[in-house]
């Protein structure tokens, strides 16, 4: 997919179908989030390629709840520039660090965190189903990518 248009940019009222279509969040929740500045939109060609949703944990760390690359656009590293929009958005709000996670049985997210900047910060044990934990990484906007 070489020669192509990609754009990153915050969602808007007409992206909520797309940016809500993996179910985790109601609807009604993504809105906010998008009237909130919290949602970004990757587009390939103008097409919508994937989204990040951002939550803000005590109401101030930016954390990454959700980033999603659609199937078809996997492998061509556009999540470096969707994660790379959102780095840049963070430092202009004054933000200096930015967090995510990821299941401590899911090695394909955690292979993604590390070559991204994120460093491993700590886990909670039994967070999730089945009381599988959670490991957490950190990084700070704008550290150059390994």
């Given at each position: 997919m070489?020669?192509?248009?990609?754009?990153?940019?915050?969602?808007?009222?007409?992206?909520?179908?797309?940016?809500?279509?993996?179910?985790?969040?109601?609807?009604?929740?993504?809105?906010?989030?998008?009237?909130?500045?919290?949602?970004?939109?990757?587009?390939?060609?103008?097409v919508?390629?994937?989204?990040?949703?951002?939550?803000?944990?005590?109401?101030?760390?930016?954390?990454?709840?959700?980033?999603?690359?659609?199937?078809?656009?996997?492998?061509?590293?556009?999540?470096?520039?969707?994660?790379?929009?959102?780095?840049?958005?963070?430092?202009?709000?004054?933000?200096?660090?930015?967090?995510?996670?990821?299941?401590?049985?899911?090695?394909?997210?955690?292979?993604?965190?590390?070559?991204?900047?994120?460093?491993?910060?700590?886990?909670?044990?039994?967070?999730?189903?089945n009381?599988?934990?959670?490991?957490?990484?950190?990084?700070?906007?704008?550290?150059?990518?390994?």
């Amino acid at each position: 997919m070489e020669n192509n248009t990609i754009t990153v940019r915050l969602a808007g009222p007409d992206d909520l179908d797309y940016v809500s279509r993996d179910g985790y969040v109601l609807p009604e929740i993504i809105q906010r989030k998008i009237n909130l500045s919290e949602v970004f939109l990757l587009t390939v060609n103008k097409v919508p390629a994937g989204y990040l949703r951002l939550e803000y944990l005590w109401s101030s760390i930016p954390y990454i709840a959700l980033i999603w690359i659609d199937e078809d656009f996997r492998g061509y590293g556009y999540s470096h520039n969707i994660l790379a929009y959102v780095e840049n958005h963070l430092r202009e709000q004054g933000n200096d660090k930015l967090y995510s996670s990821s299941q401590v049985d899911e090695p394909e997210p955690q292979a993604w965190h590390r070559p991204m900047g994120f460093v491993e910060c700590g886990i909670i044990n039994g967070i999730n189903e089945n009381g599988i934990g959670e490991v957490f990484f950190r990084k700070t906007p704008g550290k150059p990518q390994a």
